[in-house]
């Protein structure tokens, strides 16, 4: 996921490739027209303190479950690394707690019993449980996680992303033209970062989205939690992707369309060349037909 040869795809060829001949195609294919949305309707998670586990380094708001997420924070300053797992049953989520202000994580399992744990770094690998919460999840919609920021996917009120999103869709009327222009965006904005991408196999580097707007580069982490939060500002339920391919490790994007579910990672929308779409690929020219294999959602 981390270097040079990265992924980000979606498939949307079952709404795209129109008609069997070729010269009846339509380039996006048609699709409803639905409403647009304006910056105040942009969906924030919110920290209300309800409901919160609480431990000596770190605090978990779960008032929200409902709607897909909880919200995490540091007390105070830590020396040790502290993390946060969110696990329902054999699956296990790993987080670092890294800031005192609240930040979303998705509850992106469907629903039932999760566990909510803080741990607290021991020595080196190895951590011990600070504190533990069970949670009963009963989502509103199997949609909601993938609607609002987390910290892979973050993007705040004021961001530069925020009203960049609405530009680029401003001319828009359906969900299919609005994730093909914000696919162009992403492609076209960012640049591959092949010294990030070495960097990046060294350490741990979470998507900072307000960078990526002045630096213009980023590796498939960036290219996707771009691309991401672009769709769902537009209330298009979209999630990053982190899993396998035939060459490496990568991120990529799915994203969800009314009467087709989720749709993955091939997209086709070019008239002339009539090819797969590919945002990182796309962006560095490189032509990749293998599998991608999921792993970890969010």
């Known amino acids: 996921m981390l270097k040079k040869i990265s992924i980000i795809a979606m498939t949307l060829s079952l709404c795209l490739c129109g008609c069997s001949k070729e010269s009846d195609k339509e380039y996006p294919s048609q699709y409803p027209d639905s409403p647009s949305y304006q910056i105040d309707d942009i969906l ?8 919160v586990l609480k431990s000596q380094v770190a605090n978990v708001d779960y008032s929200h479950t409902d709607l897909g997420y909880v919200m995490a924070y540091l007390n105070q300053k830590s020396d040790v690394k502290i993390k946060i797992k969110i696990s329902k049953g054999e699956q296990k989520y ?9 930040i979303a994580f998705p509850l992106q399992m469907g629903n ?20 533990t919460q069970k949670i009963q999840v009963e989502l509103q919609n199997e949609l909601t ?4 920021p987390n910290q892979l996917v973050d993007y705040q009120k004021g961001d530069i992303i925020t009203t960049k999103s609405m530009e680029v869709v401003k001319d828009d009327t359906n969900d299919l033209q609005r994730i093909k222009d914000i696919y162009n965006y992403v492609v076209d904005y960012l640049s591959y970062d092949d010294n990030k991408a070495v960097e990046a196999t060294k350490k741990y580097i979470i998507p900072n989205l307000q960078e990526l707007f002045v630096e213009k580069k980023g590796i498939c982490f960036d290219y996707a939690s771009m691309m991401t939060a672009m769709l769902r500002i537009q209330h298009i339920p979209a999630r990053l992707i982190c899993g396998n391919t ?29 090819t797969r779409m590919d945002p990182t690929f796309a962006s560095s020219k490189f032509d990749y037909n293998g599998q991608y294999e999921a792993v970890y959602y969010y």
Do not use: C, M, R
Not at 44 to 51: A, D, I, L, R, S
């Open 44 to 51: 924030y998670p919110e920290n209300p303190g309800t409901h």
């Open 246 to 274: 035939d060459i490496e490790y990568h991120a990529w994007v799915e994203v969800y369309l009314e009467e087709q579910g989720w749709v993955n990672p091939d997209i086709f929308v070019d008239e002339k060349t009539w």
């Open 94 to 102: 790993f987080y670092d707690l890294t800031s005192q202000q609240p």
């Open 112 to 131: 039932g019993d999760y566990l909510i744990s803080v741990l607290k770094q021991y020595q080196g690998n190895d951590y011990y449980v600070e504190k």
């Open 145 to 148: 996680p993938y609607l609002y």
